[in-house]
C-alpha cells in the first residue's frame, strides 16, 4: 500500500485515541467532555480505575502512532480496544460511523504491519540461547 496513505491512517488513527483519551481524563477529573461522549459508553466505566487505565493506554498508543514509534506495539495493544468500540457502537449505541473509522483504520495498519506482528502466533517459541546453558 502506498506509504503516505499509512502515515495518514497512523495519524488519523493516533489522532482520535490521543483526542478521546484526553477526553476521558476531563471526564475522569470531573469536567463536561470537550467531544460528545455517549451515556451508555460511559456507564460501562463504572469503576473509576477503568476508565484510567484505558485512557491512559489510549494516549501513550495515540502519542506512539503520532510519533511513529512502537507503532506495531501501539497497534497489538489497541486491538482490544478498538473491538471494544466497535462492538459498543453495534450493540448498545448505533452510532457507526466513528467506529467504522477506527477499525478500517485500525485493519489497514495492522495488515501493514503484520509481519511484525508474527511472532505474537508463534505456539511454542524456542527458548534465546543466551537462556540456555
Known amino acids: ?8 491512517y497512523r495519524w488519523l488513527l493516533g489522532g482520535i485515541f490521543l483526542g478521546a483519551g484526553i ?5 475522569f477529573f470531573g469536567y463536561d467532555p470537550f467531544i460528545a461522549t455517549s451515556p451508555e459508553a460511559m456507564a460501562l466505566f463504572m469503576f473509576d480505575y477503568l476508565l484510567f487505565i484505558e485512557k491512559t493506554l489510549e ?10 514509534q512502537f507503532v ?8 482490544p480496544i478498538v473491538a471494544n468500540i466497535f462492538l459498543l457502537h453495534l450493540f448498545v449505541d448505533p452510532t ?29 517459541p524456542a527458548a534465546p540461547a543466551s537462556l540456555e546453558k
Request: with cysteine; proline share 2%.
Open 1 to 8: 500500500m502506498n506509504r503516505r496513505l499509512i502515515h495518514l
Open 72 to 79: 506495531p506495539l501501539s497497534i497489538a495493544i489497541l486491538s
Open 59 to 68: 494516549v501513550v498508543c495515540g502519542i506512539l502512532l503520532l510519533a511513529n
Open 23 to 27: 477526553n476521558g481524563y476531563v471526564v
Open 96 to 124: 457507526l460511523l466513528v467506529a467504522v473509522m477506527i477499525v478500517l483504520f485500525h485493519g489497514i495498519l495492522l495488515f501493514h504491519y503484520r509481519l511484525c506482528l508474527m511472532g505474537l502466533l508463534v505456539r511454542k
